[in-house]
Every structure is written in C-alpha cells, then in structure tokens.
Nanobody, 125 residues
Framework: QEQLVESGGGSVQAGGSLRLSCAAS????????MGWCRQAPGKEREFVAA????????SYGDSVKGRFTISRDNVKNTIYLQMTSLKPEDTAVYYC??????????????????WGRGTQVTVSS
C-alpha cells in the first residue's frame, strides 16, 4: 500500500532550523515528483517546494526561496525539506505530496495522487 509519512516537525525559535522527512512506501514513488505544502491556522494551503522524480529540478514558493532546500533519496524513498532562518510565519502543518506531475503539487490540485497526514512546525518569536 502506497503511503507518505512525514516526520521531523517540532518547535523552534525564530532563526532556527529544522529538517522534515517524508518516507514513501511502495515502488510507485521513485517515478513521482514530490513536494511539500503547508497550511497555517485560518489560512489556505500554500505551496512550499517540489522536486522532480530524479532530483534534477526543484521549485520553491516565493516565501521560502533562499531559506528552504528540498532534496530526495530514491534509494531510501524519502524526500527532505531543510528549513533554515525560520520565521514565526512559517508556523503551519507541513504536508508531503506526490504526483506524476509537478504542476499538480505546485497548484495543490485536488486530484493530486498522494498526501501525507502532515507534521506540525511551530516557530516562536
């Protein structure tokens, strides 16, 4: 059964760093683009970052460019989100997503293939 499981969330002070992981079970994901989206309380879900199936291309939301880095290890079936210079406005539940088309992740299309259950990130000032 294919599924995505996030980990690595937690609480950190502004300016700190965290690394999120998303472990994918099932061989499907080695050929899937994958990424991260987030949702803060009372706000719409926001695209954070995405990476192509072979790791050769990455895309970032404007609010995280230069601070977050997405990567993947297809041997471990895992993607990562390294978050640095964290700000209170980065506080949100972070969701891992996977689809054959990166555009669906970037637009958070309702027909996206797979979502994880999310991991909470809290940044205090």
């Amino acid at each position: 059964q294919e599924q995505l499981v996030e980990s690595g969330g937690g609480s950190v002070q502004a300016g700190g760093s965290l690394r999120l992981s998303c472990a994918a079970s099932g061989s499907t994901f080695s050929r899937y683009d994958m990424g991260w989206c987030r949702q803060a309380p009372g706000k719409e879900r926001e695209f954070v970052a995405a990476i192509s199936w072979n790791g050769g291309y990455a895309s970032y939301g404007d609010s995280v460019k230069g601070r977050f880095t997405i990567s993947r290890d297809n041997v471990k079936n895992t993607i990562y989100l390294q978050m640095t210079s964290l700000k209170p406005e980065d506080t949100a539940v972070y969701y891992c997503a996977a689809d054959r088309w990166m555009l669906k992740i970037k637009t958070m299309d309702e027909s996206i293939g797979y979502w994880g259950r999310g991991t909470q990130v809290t940044v205090s000032s």
